[in-house]
């Protein structure tokens, strides 16, 4: 089992940078898939990015593929998301989701265990 604690989230202009962390906790880090879903208001949770337990497979959706990037270190059991040219189509609660034993993935079926969330939002 896993907990996950994401922070970083915050009001931006259009235009920043922020990076959100997620924190795990939990003996067997290594052995999860990672990813990052967002819900804005109304809409439903949708796939941001994932990353292998290696780090060395990546997955990003179209809407921020070229400038977010997902990385962990897997020592400090830590997953980023770096958050470059932000819109205000980006403003949404952003969550952290591990998979057990799973490859990376795009639907949130795919992940066993949530953490709460980090708003963030961003101003025109």
């Known amino acids: 089992q896993v907990q996950l604690v994401e922070s970083g989230g915050r009001l931006v202009q259009a235009g920043g940078s922020l990076r959100l962390s997620c924190s795990a906790s939990?003996?067997?880090?290594?052995?999860?898939?990672m990813g990052w879903f967002r819900q804005a208001p109304g809409k439903d949770r949708e796939f941001v990015a994932a990353?292998?337990?290696?780090?060395?497979?990546?997955l990003y959706a179209d809407s921020v593929k070229g400038r977010f990037t997902i990385s962990r270190d897997n020592a400090k059991k830590l997953v980023y998301l770096q958050m470059n040219s932000l819109k205000p189509e980006d403003t949404a609660l952003y969550y952290c989701a591990a998979a057990y034993l799973k490859g990376v993935g795009t639907s949130s079926r795919d992940y066993d265990y949530w953490g709460q969330g980090t708003q963030v939002t961003v101003s025109s």
């Open positions: 990353i292998s337990w290696t780090g060395g497979s990546t």
């Open positions: 939990g003996r067997t880090f290594t052995t999860y898939a």
